[in-house]
């Protein structure tokens, strides 16, 4: 579990995260709001890569924020970004393999870890072949291997399926559904296809403009009249 309190980002003049207080359970939960809602934000300050100007982290029973950000792989973090991050240069084996070295592992199991993973997103290709030979469809669910190698606490996803077609992207759902089960991590969706969180995400929490509007089943979630008119950009009456 994952305990968020009165957590706020500040950039200069602008409130990136405006006193965000939310929980998230074991499982799959949805992140979801407008551009610029702050739910990047929200994934830099886990990873710890932003520093929030107040607040509290707690996941685990342990103080998040206080771990050290180049320590926090090792604690359990894992994540992708809306940019691809696995090196075209390196087979999909050695960018796996680049995440498990970090995490604090037994280099005795990277192998067998290594191919668990890029096996469980279904990925066919042959582990040494390059990243830059892949399909674009390919190409994420090497970044989703990486976030899922070893074992995970945290697994964050941020818009894994964006841009792939309907087909890869009910691939992508199969695999996030899965992760919990087969990690035992909890696992945070940022996504902007809402068909994609509803077949995933049993809760979802939602942010505008920093400030967290609605948190719940992810059903009553996305019914919810504030979140609609976040959606829409309409103001309220």
């Known amino acids: 579990m994952i305990e968020v309190n009165d957590l706020t980002v500040r950039f200069g003049g602008v409130t990136s995260l405006d006193g965000m207080t939310v ?43 206080s771990i050290v950000h180049f320590r926090r792989a090792r604690w359990g973090v894992r994540r992708t970004f809306q940019t691809e991050q696995a090196i075209e240069q390196l087979s999909v084996f050695q960018n796996v393999a680049l995440i498990h070295e970090h995490s604090g592992l037994s280099r005795a199991s990277r192998r067998a870890d290594v191919l668990d993973a890029i096996s469980f997103v279904g990925l066919r290709c042959d582990p040494q072949a390059s990243v830059a030979t892949l399909s674009a469809g390919d190409r ?29 992207t009910e691939h992508m759902g199969e695999v996030i559904r899965q992760i919990p089960e087969q990690t035992g991590a909890l696992t945070i969706l940022v996504d902007h296809d809402m068909s994609l969180v509803s077949a995933c995400c049993s809760t979802t929490a939602v942010l505008d403009f920093g400030k967290l509007i609605a948190s719940g089943p992810t059903a009553q979630v996305l019914r919810d009249e504030h979140v609609i008119r976040a959606y829409l950009g309409t103001a309220e009456v």
């Open 140 to 168: 994420r669910l090497v970044e989703v291997a990486r976030a899922v190698v070893g074992k995970p606490k945290l697994v964050l996803l941020d818009e894994p399926a964006a841009g792939l077609p309907d087909s890869e």
């Open 23 to 65: 929980s998230f359970d074991a499982g799959t939960c949805g992140l979801i709001g407008p551009n610029g809602a702050g739910k990047t934000t929200f994934f830099n300050v886990l990873s710890g890569f932003v520093r929030p100007a107040s607040g509290t982290v707690r996941a685990f029973g342990d103080n998040l924020l």
